[in-house]
């Protein structure tokens, strides 16, 4: 299109009904808003749940391979953080190995509302898969799809 050309609303209602980009990011919207209405009664968002499981090995994790995980950049993830740090779920220390490398701890009180919020999300999304079909391979196969976009 050159400029001062105008989209047709023809075209506008081919992104509308065709659009991948769009279609997920609803979609997204939808379920981060059906979670964090479930979450709202422990204190947390279904982003803040996703980072506290992202949080839950072994190991403290560093903050790339979190931010890796969760496909974020480290200044969003960073962001994320300062609440659950504030709020005493979360520590971020260096690595004694190599102190520019900064290790995500979830802390005792962060284990504790991670483990009351799981019960939530099974029961969520078991509604949710649910939803989807009664064939239980067309959430397997959308999960699949997601996942080869990243």
């Given at each position: 299109?050159?400029?001062?050309?105008?989209?047709?609303?023809?075209?506008?209602?081919?992104?509308?009904?065709?659009?991948?980009?769009?279609?997920?990011?609803?979609?997204?919207?939808?379920?981060?808003?059906?979670?964090?209405?479930?979450?709202?009664?422990?204190?947390?968002?279904?982003?803040?749940?996703?980072?506290?499981?992202?949080?839950?090995?072994p190991k403290p994790p560093s903050l790339g391979s979190v931010a890796d995980l969760l496909a974020m950049d480290r200044t969003s993830l960073t962001a994320n953080?300062?609440?659950?740090?504030?709020?005493?779920?979360?520590?971020?220390?260096?690595?004694?190995?190599?102190?520019?490398?900064?290790?995500?701890?979830?802390?005792?009180a962060g284990q504790q509302i991670l483990a009351e919020a799981m019960p939530v999300w099974t029961s969520v999304h078991g509604e949710i898969d649910r939803s989807l079909a009664a064939d239980a391979a067309n959430g397997a196969t959308l999960r699949t799809g997601l996942a080869a976009l990243l």
């Open positions: 299109m050159s400029k001062g050309e105008t989209v047709s609303l023809d075209q506008t209602h081919l992104v509308r009904d065709h659009c991948l980009c769009l279609a997920t990011q609803r979609a997204a919207r939808a379920l981060s808003r059906r979670f964090d209405e479930a979450f709202r009664a422990i204190g947390i968002t279904s982003g803040q749940f996703s980072l506290l499981n992202a949080l839950n090995r953080l300062k609440p659950l740090q504030r709020d005493g779920l979360v520590l971020a220390e260096a690595d004694p190995a190599d102190r520019r490398i900064k290790r995500l701890l979830l802390t005792a």
